[in-house]
């Protein structure tokens, strides 16, 4: 079965409802209150392409129309209402039409903080569609919102200290960095983690792996690269990582978290095949068991190294010798197995004897 969807609550949809209007001096409000339903929809602008010396044309988006229609149940004293009521009093033209709004998804929380919820924010054009409805039926009044520039990327500080939530917008002024390493869902040990990936040259890029813990900045290189490290000792044994970067005054939002397992501490592997004081074993035997899932174990008959497996995902291992026993002689094995520079230590032996001829 796939994962289930997540509630439509997590989008949120914000309003400038300043009034006389004013883009650099918002006052945001949550489109919440007598709404049912907002869709935010999106029309691409296309074109068709055919060169001479194609046989079939291409077609090329230009932009996108976005915009939403809105309902709203009169909620009184709701400042979004106020904003509505407003626009049908006197429905407005030219520049008086002018608006803006933001959509954030709680879901994408700039990492290293609890508060703050990366968005986009949209100048707009707003008219009323309809007042009014059924004798039986609340108050609504219906408008149009229609984006009319491209989205501008940032986050929404929400401020929950008063009695209602304050909003505040900060636009991100440049691109995210990447993070190359460590890779998603990678297992990694050591005394230090090291970080790296790409961004724009000269930028400085800070690594947040924590409630309000990050790297020092380091530069980005000539090449588009940088590298950071990250001591294990600051870290869970379940990690989560973001990156942002900043140059000439401007920052990104947060990248894609990346998510890995540390290893501090490497438990023994356990041998099951064969089992301990068995007296029949195959010259060229099987030997199995369970250990780390992603680890390498390497099982040792005290001198040599015999056998080197990875064991899967299931935490089960198994691997054939390459080497024949010698018919009739006694045999004392164990395992390590290693992650990255960690060791674990000896698992239990196991002492058997092969069959004879």
């Not at 890029?205 to 990250?230: C, D, H, L, R």
Request: aromatic share 8%; proline share 5%.
């Amino acid at each position: 079965m796939g994962k289930p969807a997540e509630s439509r609550s997590l989008l949120g949809h914000l309003i400038n409802v300043s009034y006389p209007y004013n883009y650099s001096s918002p006052e945001w409000e949550l489109f919440c209150q007598g709404i049912t339903e907002l869709t935010e929809t999106f029309e691409a602008d296309t074109e068709d392409v055919q060169y001479i010396c194609e046989i079939t044309k291409t077609t090329n988006v230009k932009g996108f129309t976005v915009g939403f229609d809105l309902e709203i149940a009169y909620v009184k004293g709701e400042k979004c209402q106020r904003w509505v009521n407003r626009i049908v009093r006197v429905p407005p033209t030219g520049a008086a039409t002018s608006c803006d709004y933001i959509r954030f998804n709680k879901d994408e929380i700039m990492y290293g903080t609890s508060n703050q919820f990366i968005g986009v924010r949209r100048k707009a054009i707003v008219y009323p569609n309809s007042i009014g409805g059924a004798a039986n039926e609340s108050l609504k009044t219906s408008v149009h919102i229609s984006g009319t520039s491209d989205p501008q990327v940032g986050y929404i500080t929400v401020d929950s200290s008063g009695e209602t939530p304050v909003f505040s917008w900060t636009p991100a002024t440049t691109e995210v960095p990447i993070i190359k390493t460590p890779t998603e869902n990678s297992i990694l040990s050591g005394e230090n983690i090291t970080v790296s990936g790409l961004g724009i040259v000269g930028a400085t890029v800070v690594v947040y792996y924590g409630q309000g813990k990050s790297t020092n900045p380091v530069t980005v290189n000539e090449s588009g690269a940088w590298t950071t490290t990250i001591s294990s000792s600051n870290l869970d044994t379940n990690v989560k990582i973001a990156a942002i970067q900043s140059i000439n005054g401007m920052s990104s939002v947060t990248s894609d978290p990346v998510s890995f397992t540390l290893i501090k501490n490497l438990e023994a592997p356990v041998i099951t095949v064969p089992a301990n004081g068995a007296t029949n074993v195959e010259l060229i035997p099987t030997i199995a068991g369970t250990g780390r899932p992603g680890a390498t174990v390497n099982v040792s008959d005290g001198t040599n190294t015999i056998l080197t497996v990875s064991v899967n995902s299931d935490s089960t291992w198994s691997g054939v010798l390459s080497n024949s026993l010698t018919a009739g002689h006694e045999y004392t094995i164990n395992a390590t197995q290693t992650i990255g520079t960690t060791i674990s230590s000896p698992s239990s032996n196991v002492s058997f004897r092969a069959r004879s001829e």
